[in-house]
């Protein structure tokens, strides 16, 4: 499995952007189809972003649609995720997962490696 580490989280006020970064170990990375996910306070982790290896199809939660933006440079290992226009509502811990195939995944059971997370709080 790839190992993941996120970076790039912290604190925002409403309305503000911040670039997330999820570094991957292994000489594979190019092969893993990558996703973003978030759990906040209280509530279950859900979708927020998702990217083929290739990077040529993206998908998004229509909660994010037009404001988040994910991308990947597969010469360095790193998935993005670049938010924008932020709302309190985005407040959560931001996971990057990865796994191996050609489509695009929206479901945490089918994401066999995950990140630490790393915390987003947008203040109002």
């Known amino acids: 499995q790839v190992q993941l580490v996120e970076s790039g989280g912290g604190l925002v006020q409403a309305g503000g952007s911040l670039r997330l970064s999820c570094a991957a170990s292994g000489r594979t990375f190019s092969t893993y189809a990558m996703g973003w996910f978030r759990q906040a306070p209280g509530k279950e982790r859900e979708f927020v972003a998702a990217i083929r290896w290739s990077g040529d199809n993206t998908y998004y939660a229509d909660s994010v649609k037009g404001r988040f933006t994910i991308s990947r440079d597969n010469a360095k290992n790193t998935v993005y995720l670049q938010m924008n226009s932020l709302k309190p509502a985005d407040t959560a811990i931001y996971y990057c997962?990865?796994?191996?195939?050609?489509?695009?995944?929206?479901?945490?059971?089918?994401?066999?490696?995950w990140g630490q997370g790393t915390q987003v709080t947008v203040s109002s």
């Open positions: 997962a990865a796994t191996s195939g050609t489509s695009l995944y929206i479901r945490e059971n089918e994401y066999p490696s």
